[in-house]
């Protein structure tokens, strides 16, 4: 576990979230999911111990400048209006809640290209014991415990964007598009934390 990193998670979401039941959301995340231990992924972005905390902050922090940008015209530490920082909040740490449980460490061999010989390795795999699909799940989750804005649920429901392989297909994504600019936003937070944030650091 990042023990930073979590620190860093429930400083905001205490200062930010004061809807009813953020302290039930908080409280669920914290003793009864694997959250703050999970992976972003198997194998892509953020595939170790912590990476899913990792990619939700990096995602808020992503989606607070894209914001800033908007308000004043450069990204700056300035505070923004209540209800905009606790939607941020919400949007970025929480939207990818649905990998809670799924991410399962087995033990596989492989040869080692340097000796050549076999060896036993750890890896993560893919198991999802409520497959809703990857929005829709969140939402599910999150729903369970605390409710979201209109725009919110928008957002989260199609943080995936082109990559969402709903049936529902492309209308419904450009009307949630439509709807509310903070589909978008998270979309492109989403993918600049995935894209660059991430990789820069895999490369330290």
Sequence with gaps: ?????????????????????????????????????????????????????????????????????????????????????????ILGLLHDVCKVGVYHIETGRRKNPDTQRWEDYQHYVFRDPLPLGHGEKSLYLIQRHMDLEPEEALAIRWHMGAYDISSTGARSLDAAMAATPWVWRLQQADMCAAWVDEREAEKE
Aim: aromatic share 8%.
């Design 1 to 89: 576990m990042n023990e930073r990193a979590k620190a860093e998670f429930m400083k905001i979401w205490t200062e930010r979230v004061q809807r009813d039941y953020a302290d039930a959301m908080l409280e669920w995340l914290e003793r009864e999911t694997d959250f703050f231990e999970a992976p972003a992924s198997t194998k892509h972005h953020g595939a170790h111990p912590g990476g899913l905390v990792e990619h939700s902050l990096n995602v808020y922090r992503r989606l607070r400048n894209i914001v800033c940008m908007e308000t004043y015209g450069e990204i700056t530490s300035g505070l923004l209006a209540e209800s905009v920082e606790e939607t941020v909040a």
